[in-house]
């Protein structure tokens, strides 16, 4: 029997040394050097071209699909078949105070330090050395191995999408780039802007009004704007407003102070040239998660509701907070849902901006279980929108995706979770997507310990050694039985 584990301390330091080289190429996408063989841009060609020559090194075919993707095979089978492992090479900007300079990759205290570290590139490295091993070993396979390396995981994978026009897709496979044991489904996304349309009567009527008798609205609303990128929870938020009597200003301020400290909240508040700037710190998080943030802009509206403001920023603020206000799940919505594969549906809105001689609309990033339909959704939410002059934009729409547990690579990637650490190997979902979505029978396997912290995407971004060499071993065992494998008879 092998000893998975022994094999890769054996490879320790090559592992490390060629993780080190992909580590330092600041691989982030750049359009502004894109090129023929380099689409997204010089340094993540450079990365690709990097991970080929290592494939080329090692003895494996390899193929350059126009520098969209580009892969490794192991293997001696006539057939067209094959599992896969799915790693990205492409990383975000390293923003954000670093203790070592981002791509100079840098041990602390068991801990590897780099962007791309634990998002993609170590995992990718650990699952790369994998294979490398039983090819080293000599090992029989029915079914060939291919390594799929893509480039635009962090942004769009059109890398994927122009794999799928060009290659058969595999039996089954994996990619190293969520958490451990296994993240066997992807809710369903919806992706759009919520457009509020011009006034249809006086803006100095407010819509609050049920009696029907118009009143002039004391406040006026000049500007709103909160967030800045979609899938995630507004950090900061900010309101520009005035009002018939400008003396009125410092009571709306005082009020403003007293609402933020009986929400807990950070505020503040300035009267500048016969204006009231109203600020709002929230504390940010992932869209796929909002309930574990503290949105800046909806606790902002919340105050904001409360005063009557002209006619079409009373339906802007109206309808956010009766919709989206404390409700991450879609119960004023009338959309809630949940099912046993993956969980609930979510929403945030991640952008809300008003102006009056502008764009005014909120943005929502929506992930629902894979057994719901957008179309129910979407008909739910411009329904009650409506009633307030809103319009769903045309949205970005990605179907749910799950396989499911009866499936064999399902019990082959338990068995070798469980017998290699001793621990459940529970199935997960998550409201984030991998590429597993772009392959039909898909998974995440690992990298993330369950209980362990991930900084992706953060500051000091990293992965601890031990679980990196854990990994590759699982990697590696896992492989090797998917390649040995009898699928064809769930297909």
Not at 157 to 175: D, H, I, N, Q, V
Not at 185 to 201: D, F, H, P, V, Y
Request: aromatic share 8%; glycine share 10%.
């Amino acid at each position: 029997m092998i000893n998975w584990q022994d094999e890769v301390s054996k490879r320790k330091e090559s592992l490390f040394e060629d993780l080190y080289g992909l580590l330092r190429i600041p691989s982030v996408k750049d359009g502004q050097t894109s090129e023929p063989g380099a689409p997204m841009g010089k340094e993540i060609g450079r990365a690709l071209d990097y991970m080929l020559d290592l494939a080329e090194r090692d003895g494996f075919r390899t193929a350059n699909l126009e520098g969209y993707v580009g892969y490794a095979q192991l293997g001696d089978s006539e057939s067209d078949d094959y599992v896969a492992v799915l790693g990205h090479l492409d990383v975000v900007a390293a923003t954000g105070d670093w203790t070592s300079p981002p791509y100079e990759p840098t041990m602390r205290e068991g801990k590897l330090f780099a962007r791309g570290a634990i998002d993609d590139k170590g995992p990718t490295l650990a699952a790369y050395y994998g294979m490398k091993m039983i090819k080293e070993l000599g090992l029989s396979l029915q079914h060939n191995v291919r390594f799929i390396f893509g480039t635009d995981e962090e942004s769009g994978s059109r890398c994927m999408a122009r794999y799928r026009e060009t290659e058969k897709l595999p039996l089954a496979g994996f990619t190293p780039d969520a958490d451990f044991p296994i993240v066997h489904a992807e809710k369903g996304q919806i992706n759009t802007r919520i457009m509020l349309g011009k006034r249809t009567s006086d803006p100095s009527v407010a819509v609050r009004n049920v009696a029907g008798q118009g009143t002039a609205a004391p406040w006026r609303l000049l500007s709103f704007f909160g967030g800045g990128t979609a899938n995630m929870v507004p950090k900061s938020a900010r309101a520009v407003l005035t009002a018939v009597e400008t003396e009125r200003l410092s009571e709306m301020a005082a009020a403003y102070s007293l609402y933020c400290e009986s929400r807990g909240s950070k505020g503040a508040a300035r009267i500048e040239a016969e204006q009231l700037v109203l600020s709002m710190e929230g504390k940010a998080a992932h869209g796929m998660e909002p309930e574990l943030g503290i949105n800046a802009a909806l606790e902002l509206v919340h105050f904001l509701v409360a005063h009557s403001f002209q006619e079409e920023a009373e339906r802007f603020l109206r309808c956010v907070d009766q919709y989206l206000f404390e409700d991450y799940a879609g119960e004023a919505l009338g959309i809630a849902s949940a099912d046993e594969i993956s969980g609930a549906l979510t929403i945030n809105s991640g952008i809300l901006q008003y102006e009056p001689d502008g764009e005014s609309f909120f943005h929502i990033n929506l992930r629902y279980p894979v057994t719901d339909e957008a179309s129910r959704i979407l008909e739910g939410i411009a329904e009650r929108v409506g009633k307030y002059g809103f319009v769903i934009e045309p949205p970005l729409l990605k179907k749910g995706h799950h396989v499911a547990k009866d499936h064999p690579m399902i019990g082959i990637l338990q068995r070798v979770y469980q017998e290699m650490t001793g621990l459940a190997p529970v199935l997960l979902s998550t409201g984030g997507g991998t590429y597993a979505y772009h392959i039909g029978n898909g998974v995440a396997f690992g990298p993330l310990f369950p209980g362990k912290t991930s900084l992706a995407h953060q500051a000091d971004e990293y992965i601890e050694v031990e679980d990196l060499l854990l990994s590759a071993a699982m990697y590696a065992r896992a492989i090797y039985e998917l390649a040995n494998a009898d699928f064809h008879e769930e297909e």
